[in-house]
C-alpha cells in the first residue's frame, strides 16, 4: 500500500487551535512527512513491497494481498479472494491494466488511468506540490473522536481529494475522493490506523476502505522498503501484451518520465 | 486512496437481526417498526418511488398494534410494502423459509441427479445427469415426480401455487421446494415415486450421491455446488458449441472453463449458452463472459442503481472475440445474474433468446431476520438495462418463446434449444 497513506510521526508541532488560525495546508502536509520519518528518509526509499490480509466487512470474504511498487510509477498488487479468484492490477510504468478473475483483462483509459496515474508516482507525499495545483486546508474536524485539519487538494486534473490530519500527531488519518473508474464515479472514504514504525518511517498497518455501500478492511503483515522485487514484477502479463497489439496504443496521453 | 477497489459486489449477504425476549404484540410492533424503518433507509430510492412512508407508518401502525394473530400481522406487513409496487420486497412466513432450505434442508447435499419444472401443475423431469443414481434407475426426462418419502408432490405444488400465485419467483421458488425434497445425506436411501412415459406409476429407490459440481464457498452466501457442462453439436455440416452452466460463481474456475470452451470455437457456426435454471450469482461475471461477445469498447450490459451511486456494467471486450451468432436459452427459473447476461446482450442485439420469460429477480437483495421470527427479503439496488427497462419485475421476454412441454421431454426434444440451433444454421454466411 502506498506509503502515501501511511506515514507518519513522531514529533507534534504545536498548532492553532482557532479556526481563523488555522494553519496552512503546506504546513500540514510536510509536517506529516516529518512526522513519518523525515524527507531524508523517505527520499532513501525506493521501493516497496507490502503484504497482508484483507476482508469484506459483513460479507465474509477473506483474502490475501500483496503490492509492489517501485520508482518512478511501477506497481503491481495482487489480491486472492476465497470463492472469488485473484485481482490484479498494476502498471510497467506506461501502460495501466486490471485482470480480475470475474471481468477479465483490461486496460485503463481515461479519468481512470489518470487517476491512478497520479497514484502510482512513488513517495507521493514528497512530490504533493507537483500532483496538486493547489491545497487548502477547510477546517477542522473531529474523526474518530480525533481532532483533524481537513485538507482539499485539488489536481490538476480529476477529482479533488480530502485529507484529514491528526492536530496531535500529524498523521494522516483518513481519505476521500469520488473516483474515477470504469463503472462511473464512485464516492469512495479510506480510514488509516495502526501507526508503527518500517525501517524508520511510520506506516498505517489498518487500513478501512468504504464505498458502495461495501467496506473492505486491510491488515498489514508485512512492509519491506527496497527489498528484492521478482524480475519481471512490473511487466505486463501475456493477456495485457495482446490487448495492447490490439488497441495499436499503449496510453491514451504520454507519461512524464521522471 | 482505495488502491483496492477493482472489486465489485453487491451480494445477497444474510444478516440476522436480534430476536428479543418480547411479549407478543410488542415484537409485532418491533417487526412492524424494524421492516419500516430498512425500507426507509436501505431502499435504493431514498425518495421510495414518491410513496409517502411517514404517512404509511402512521396510518398502519394502529392495526399492528391491535393485530391478534400472526397471518394478520403478516397481511399488514404485506400491504405496508404493497405500497411499494416492488416485487422484491415481501415477508417470508419462518416456516416456508425453512422449507425453501435456509434452514437446512434434510442435513446434506446428496443428489439423486435430477432436475424438474413444473409444467400444467405437474413436477415434471426436464434432465437427468449422466451416471447420477437416477441415470441408472432408468428415470427419464418427461416423467412426473408423484411423491418423494412420504411427502406428496402434488399438495406441495398447490400450496406454493397459491401462496406465491402473483409472485414472478414462483417458478424458482417451486423448483428449488420441490429439490429439497430430494435431497440429503450422501448415501441415505430416497423413495420416489414416479409416473413414467406411460404414465404408470413408478417406484425408485434411489441412494442419493454427492452432487454434481465443484463445492465453493463464497462467503456468508455459503456453500454451492458449480458446474459447466460444454459439448460439440455437429448438425448439417455446421459445428454449434453448447455450453450451459448453474451459477455464477467459483469465477476463478468457472470463468476459464468458459473461455476455454469459447476459444475452442472461435470459427463455430455458432454458440448456445443455457442459463435455464440458472439463478444469478456474482452480477461483474456477466460482463466478464460478455467480453467474448462484444467488440465494441465501453459498451455496458445495462447500470445498477444504489442508494449513493450508478455503477455501469461495462463489458471488456478480450484479445479475441467470437463474432458469429449467438443463443442464450431461459427460462422461468433464470435469475438475476443469468437474466443482466441475457438482457443485456438482448439490448445489445448480439444475441438472440431463446425459450421462455425468465423470473424478473434481477435485483441484489438480502434476506434478514425479523424480531417475530419471519424472515424479510428486500432489494438494495435496481438494475436497469441498456434499453432502459428494469429487469425486476418485468424479466427479459425471449425473442423466440419455446414453451417447454411434457410431450416434449418425452420425445426426447428440447424446443428452446432446437429453436437455437435451427436459427444458428439459418445464418449460415450471415458472418
Known amino acids: ?258 | 486512496m482505495p488502491r483496492y477497489l477493482p472489486l465489485f459486489f453487491v451480494f445477497a449477504g444474510s444478516v440476522l437481526g436480534q430476536v428479543g425476549d418480547l411479549s407478543y404484540k410488542n415484537r409485532n410492533v418491533e417487526t412492524f417498526e424494524y421492516v419500516w424503518k430498512t425500507v426507509r433507509d436501505k431502499h435504493y430510492d431514498p425518495q421510495l418511488g414518491g410513496v409517502d412512508w411517514q404517512a404509511v407508518h402512521d396510518e398502519l401502525k394502529p392495526r399492528i398494534e391491535k393485530a391478534d394473530s400472526i397471518d394478520e400481522t403478516r397481511n399488514i406487513l404485506a400491504e405496508m410494502l404493497g405500497r411499494l409496487h416492488l416485487s422484491h420486497y415481501r415477508i417470508i412466513p419462518g416456516t416456508v423459509y425453512t422449507e425453501l432450505g435456509a434452514g437446512g434442508g434434510h442435513g446434506g447435499d446428496g443428489s439423486v441427479g435430477i432436475d424438474v419444472r413444473v409444467i400444467d401443475g405437474k413436477a415434471v423431469v426436464t434432465s437427468v445427469d449422466t451416471d447420477s443414481p437416477a441415470a441408472k434407475a432408468g428415470v427419464m426426462p418427461g416423467w412426473v415426480l408423484r411423491k418423494v418419502d412420504i411427502n406428496q408432490i402434488a399438495p406441495l405444488i398447490a400450496e406454493y401455487l397459491e401462496h406465491d400465485k402473483d409472485s414472478s419467483l414462483r417458478d424458482l421458488t417451486l423448483r428449488r421446494a420441490i429439490l429439497l425434497r430430494l435431497e440429503g445425506a450422501v448415501g441415505d436411501t430416497v423413495h420416489v415415486a414416479f409416473f413414467d412415459e406411460h404414465d404408470q406409476a413408478v417406484f425408485k429407490n434411489l441412494v442419493r450421491a454427492e452432487p454434481r459440481g465443484r463445492s465453493t464457498v463464497l462467503g456468508y452466501l455459503g456453500r454451492a455446488r458449480v458446474w459447466l457442462d460444454s459439448k460439440r453439436v455437429e448438425t448439417g455440416g455446421q459445428t454449434i458449441e453448447y455450453i450451459g452452466f448453474n451459477l455464477f460463481l467459483d469465477p476463478s474456475n468457472l470463468m476459464p472453463e468458459f473461455a476455454s470452451a469459447v476459444q475452442a470455437c472461435l470459427k463455430c457456426a455458432g454458440i448456445v449458452i443455457d442459463l435455464r435454471g440458472n439463478p444469478g450469482g456474482l452480477g461483474a461475471m456477466a460482463t466478464g463472459m460478455a467480453g467474448w461477445f462484444v467488440d465494441k469498447k465501453d459498451a455496458r450490459l445495462g447500470t445498477l442503481v444504489l442508494r449513493e451511486t450508478a455503477l455501469k456494467f461495462v463489458i471488456n471486450p478480450r484479445a479475441e472475440t467470437y463474432s458469429g451468432p449467438l443463443a442464450i436459452l431461459v427460462d422461468s427459473t433464470s435469475a438475476s445474474t443469468s437474466e443482466i447476461f441475457a438482457g443485456g446482450m438482448q439490448d445489445l442485439k448480439r444475441a438472440r433468446i431463446f425459450g421462455s420469460k425468465t423470473a424478473a429477480a434481477a435485483l441484489p437483495s438480502v434476506v434478514e431476520m425479523l424480531p417475530n421470527g419471519d424472515t424479510f427479503q428486500y432489494a438494495i439496488a435496481n438494475y436497469v438495462s441498456e434499453g432502459g427497462e428494469t429487469l425486476e419485475g418485468n424479466g427479459v421476454t425471449p425473442d423466440v418463446e419455446t414453451p417447454l412441454t411434457r410431450e416434449a421431454l418425452l420425445s426426447h426434444k428440447d424446443p428452446a434449444l432446437d429453436a437455437a440451433v435451427n436459427w444458428i444454421k439459418s445464418q449460415k454466411g450471415t458472418r
Not at chain 1, 134 to 141: K, M, P, Q, R
Not at chain 1, 212 to 232: L, M, N, T, Y
Not at chain 1, 236 to 252: F, Q
Open chain 1, 1 to 258: 500500500m502506498n506509503r502515501l497513506s501511511c506515514v507518519l510521526l513522531a514529533g507534534s508541532i504545536l498548532l492553532p487551535l482557532h479556526a481563523e488560525d488555522l494553519p496552512k495546508a503546506e504546513t500540514i502536509l510536510d509536517h506529516f512527512v516529518e512526522v513519518t520519518g523525515g524527507k531524508a528518509a523517505h527520499e532513501k526509499i525506493h521501493s516497496e513491497v507490502t503484504k497482508g490480509s484483507m476482508e469484506f466487512v459483513g460479507k465474509g470474504i477473506k483474502g490475501k494481498i500483496a503490492s509492489y511498487e517501485a520508482e518512478p510509477n511501477m506497481n503491481f498488487t495482487s489480491a486472492d479472494l476465497e470463492g472469488v479468484g485473484k485481482v490484479e492490477s498494476g502498471t510497467d510504468g506506461d501502460v495501466f491494466w486490471e485482470r480480475s478473475a470475474i471481468t477479465g483483462p483490461r486496460i485503463k483509459s481515461g479519468d481512470e488511468r489518470d487517476e491512478i496515474l497520479r497514484a502510482s508516482i512513488f513517495n507521493p507525499y514528497l512530490n504533493w506540490r507537483k500532483l496538486y495545483t493547489t491545497v487548502e486546508t477547510a477546517g477542522s474536524e473531529s474523526v474518530d473522536g480525533e481532532d483533524c485539519y481537513k485538507l482539499l487538494l485539488t489536481p490538476k486534473t480529476g477529482q479533488p481529494v480530502t485529507e484529514w490530519y491528526s492536530k496531535k500527531s500529524g498523521l494522516l488519518v483518513k481519505s476521500s475522493s469520488v473516483h474515477k473508474t470504469q463503472m462511473g464515479d464512485i464516492p469512495a472514504e479510506s480510514l488509516l490506523k495502526d501507526y508503527k514504525p518500517v525501517s524508520g518511517i511510520l506506516m498505517p498497518f489498518t487500513r478501512i476502505d468504504r464505498f458502495a455501500g461495501q467496506e473492505i478492511q486491510i491488515r498489514v503483515d508485512s512492509i519491506e522498503f527496497d527489498s528484492a522485487i521478482p524480475k519481471g514484477r512490473f511487466d505486463l502479463p501475456e493477456e495485457i501484451k495482446a490487448l495492447v497489439r490490439k488497441s495499436g496504443a499503449t496510453n491514451d496521453k504520454p507519461i512524464e518520465k521522471k
